[in-house]
Each structure stands twice: as C-alpha cells, then as structure tokens.
C-alpha cells in the first residue's frame, strides 16, 4: 500500500489495516515460535533419544495433569524422559548446543507456580523415569535420584531400618527440595535436608558430568546447598541415611477458640527447640470448604518414637480436640497423612520474623480478615486457605554449620524465628489473579508490622516462595556472591540462566 494511498484511509479504515497486520504479524511470530520448539523435539529424536511425548499422547496427557498444582499444568511442545544421567547430558547439549529453543526441568513438579518445573512452547525434561533409591549399607548412604518423590525414598530405606530426613509430604519431588534447602521433621537435630547431602551427580551445561562434594568441586556442593536451579541439573543426590526407630506422630485438629493457646504454646516451642531436637510441630489454620469455616490442625511428631515427650506438653494440654491420630507409625505414613489437596490453582507465599507474640497474634487475625474477605468474593465458595507457622530457630542453622554450611543464610540471624507460611488454593485463572493481587498485599501487609515491631527476620524460605518473592536476595551479601560466582564458573555461556527460564535465577538478583 501507497503512502498516497494511505493518506485518503479513513482513521477507521486505518486502524482496521493496522490491527489486521499487527495480527498476522503475531500470528507469524506464533507460528514461527511453535515451529522451532517443533523442530526442537526433531532433535532430540534425531539424536536418538526415546520417550518424547507430544500433546494428545497419553503419556503427555498423564504427565501434565501429575503436576500438583493446576497452575503448573502448561503445555509444552513436548516431554521427554531420560532414564539416565547419558540421557540427560544428550539432552542438554542437543537443546543448548543444536537448537534455540527454551526448556524446564520437572522433579516431583510439587513448585505451584506456572513455569517454575514447566514450560509453554518448550522442551521439559521430566526426571520421572529416574525415580530409583539405591541403600549402601558401608557409610548409611541412600544415592537417589533426582526423579524421585519422597515416599518413593522411604519406602525404598525402610527395610534396612534407615532414612533420610527429607520431604514430610510424600509426593514432593526430591530435586527442588533439596536444592532449595528442604527443612524436615529432622531438622531440629540434623539440620536442613540440603545440609545432609553428601554429594551431587550434576550434569552441566557442556554435558560433562561432574560429583560436588566436600573434597571434589566443594564450591558447587556448597552452592546447591540451598542455590537451586543455577548451575546445572542434578540428576542423583547421595544422603546421608540414619537408623530410625517408629516416629511417634499425627495429626490433631481443634476448634478456632483453641488460636490463643496454640500460639501461645507454639511461641514458647519454637524457643525450646534447642533444648529437645527431636521433635517437630506444624500448626495450620485451614479454611475448609466443607466446614465453611477455619479449623486449626496440628501436625506433631517425635522422631525418636518417644510417645507424648514433655516438650509437647503444652500443645496436649490444649482442649478441646476435635480428632487426634496420634500413634507410632513409620516416617513415610506420616508423610502421606500430611498431604496436601491437589486439584486447585495455587498461591504460596512465606516470610519469616521473630518469636513475638504479637506478630503471631497479628498473621492469624489477617489470616482469618483474609479467608473472609475471599469467602464473600469467591464465585463457587470452593477454595482452601492455609496460613501455617514453622519455627526456624537459630539450632537449624548450627546443624547446618556443624555440616559444611548451605547458601540459606541462616547463620546470620541470633533470634529465633517463626516462618509463616499462606497457601491459596481456587479455581479459575481469573479468581488466580485476583488471588496473587491480593497475596501480595497480604504479604507486605505482615512484613510492614513486623518492621513496625522491630521483629522483622529479612529471609524468605525459596521452597516456598511466589514468582513475586526474590527468595535469593535474601540469602545474604556473601553467599549471593557465591552462587553468581559458581554459576558463572560452571555455566559460563548462562544456559542455565537463559534458555532454562524457570525458578529463580541469581542473574535477576540486583
């Protein structure tokens, strides 16, 4: 078209011409973009590789809808499963080395925001054929690999009458959550789950294949020791396992009259960890769509098997219990009885500050502000709300120390602490939307009065981060410098960083 011609268009017309090349031009790119993830998929097999799955195949189908979270659940051009660490290290070099295209590493695929273990218009490589657990008896060490959930591990120890302090909901995938740092029931004597492993088989972006422990790239061992996905794909992690007896543990749930007593003892625990290291407590308040009402949970155990310990002593006192499984039964039972409804979009959110009463006090009352506030807007009335407390006292991070040290940052913190954790579950990318809107308010709003207060603890817990969180920046100055500078010393071109765009990337850390 003729700018003489043009200049004799109506503005209609005009704007009609442009919206319709502004179209086709999108759609060219659309197209253009759908066929290099296509040809992308023509590579790995062409490399030949196996188990490469397009949409409409059943094994794709099963393998999206695996993914815990509905938000997740994206479409990728295809999946592929290796069932090696060959496998995996063909894979990375022919995406990076041979094509443009994009790509995602899936675990257990548990992260609930959409691309963290995912892609749209890409590559995912999904670990979920590497889900074997292999006992060495010389040393107590369980070489697992990355593909594996956790109920997969413990099954796998029990009969040797060992385990692994790791996940304490079964179906989490072992990868994310140890190299986001993983806190467990054993944290409180043994330290986070990423300070027991003893060495990493990881596959770098050159496909060489390299073990990170204290003595071979100790560097890289300490760096994926909370660093998560900077470096490379870890593909086995070697654990150390330990004798462990029957746990003594459950769930309780009581009425919301019983808030004042839980945070009053739940405070006086998390200052008393220190001096019984044997014991977890995970204390939720639950908004349930059947009850239409907040219920509160407690999740106790002892790893020791005692029953009823006296550090519990406080938490039994409480009244009124509506139900109570308490028993002793093995580590991976207790796991599965802690799992988490799947089904719902989600929005996780955590932030940490100090054991004050008054900051407990406030989260839950904005808690219960928050579910009723959801409740009136909710569409279907169809939604869960769990806003949950986890002590993360200063003995975590001495076990930690005691281990070699990870990259959480823990250290640097002299006060213990209480990490409060919300968890949104709805239905609808729309009521998604709104619910991250508001998550993100409700965040800031319980960071801002623990500012207020003099109570605030400036550390987000990566595991359970949102997309708007910066979970690296926390760590602190020192160990932010260490996993920039081990990701640029085993990543150098940064394929880490560009061509695999999920999770959290320490070259978006300013």
Not at 15 to 40: D, E, K, Y
Not at 235 to 246: G, K, S, V, W, Y
Not at 474 to 494: C, F, L, M, T
């Amino acid at each position: 078209m003729s700018c003489s011609t043009m200049k004799h268009m109506s503005s209609s017309a005009l704007a009609a011409v442009i919206a319709f090349a502004s179209s086709a031009t999108a759609g060219l790119i659309n197209a253009n973009m759908t066929a290099s993830a296509t040809n992308c998929c023509s590579a790995l097999e062409s490399a030949g590789l196996k188990n490469i799955y397009y949409p409409g195949n059943d094994n794709y189908e099963n393998r999206t809808d695996s993914y815990f979270s509905v938000s997740a659940q994206l479409e990728p051009s295809c999946i592929i499963q290796p069932t090696s660490t060959s496998e995996v290290a063909k894979i990375v070099t022919t995406l990076s080395q041979a094509t443009t295209c994009n790509f995602a590493i899936r675990s257990g695929g548990h992260t609930v925001w959409p691309g963290a273990a995912n892609i749209k218009d890409g590559v995912t490589i999904d670990l979920g054929l590497m889900n074997k657990t292999t006992y060495v008896p010389d040393g107590q060490i369980a070489q697992i690999q990355a593909g594996s959930r956790w109920r997969e591990v413990y099954g796998a120890l029990e009969p040797y009458g060992v385990t692994v302090g790791g996940g304490r909901t079964s179906t989490v995938g072992v990868a994310g959550f140890l190299t986001g740092g993983g806190n467990t029931f054993y944290t409180g004597r043994r330290g986070f789950a990423c300070d027991n492993v003893l060495n990493y088989e990881v596959v770098l972006a050159s496909g060489q294949i390299v073990n990170a422990n204290a003595t071979e790239n100790p560097d890289l061992w300490k760096a994926l020791k909370g660093g998560s996905a900077n470096f490379g794909i870890v593909t086995r992690f070697d654990m150390q396992a330990f004798d462990a007896p029957l746990l003594w543990g459950g769930l309780v749930t009581y009425p919301t009259s019983t808030t004042q007593q839980h945070i009053e003892a739940y405070v006086d625990w998390t200052d008393n960890i220190e001096n019984y290291q044997d014991g977890s407590a995970i204390t939720f308040w639950t908004y349930d769509p059947k009850a239409q009402d907040i219920v509160i949970t407690a999740a106790y155990e002892d790893t020791t098997g005692a029953v009823a310990a006296a550090a519990f002593d406080k938490f039994m006192a409480i009244p009124n219990q509506v139900t109570n499984t308490m028993r002793k039964d093995t580590h991976r039972n207790l796991t599965i009885e802690l799992e988490l409804t799947s089904g719902y979009r989600n929005v996780w959110y955590a932030i940490t500050f100090k054991n004050d009463i008054r900051l407990y006090t406030k989260a839950i009352e904005m808690h219960r502000q928050f579910v009723a506030d959801w409740k009136a807007q909710s569409p279907d009335g169809d939604f869960i709300c769990h806003g949950i407390l986890q002590a993360i006292p200063t003995i975590f991070s001495k076990h930690s120390d005691e281990r070699g040290g990870n990259m959480l940052g823990l250290d640097r913190e002299t006060d213990n602490a209480v990490m409060f954790q919300v968890q949104l579950m709805v239905n609808g990318e729309d009521q998604e939307k709104l619910g991250r809107e508001r998550m993100v308010a409700f965040r800031q709003a319980v960071k801002q009065y623990s500012v207020d207060l003099g109570g605030e603890v400036d550390w987000e817990y990566l595991n359970y981060a949102d997309f708007t969180q910066d979970p690296l920046s926390k760590y602190g100055q020192e160990n932010v410098a260490h996993i920039r500078e081990v990701a640029a010393k085993y990543d150098p071109v940064g394929v880490f960083q560009t061509r695999m765009p999920g999770g959290f990337k320490i070259t978006k850390v300013t």
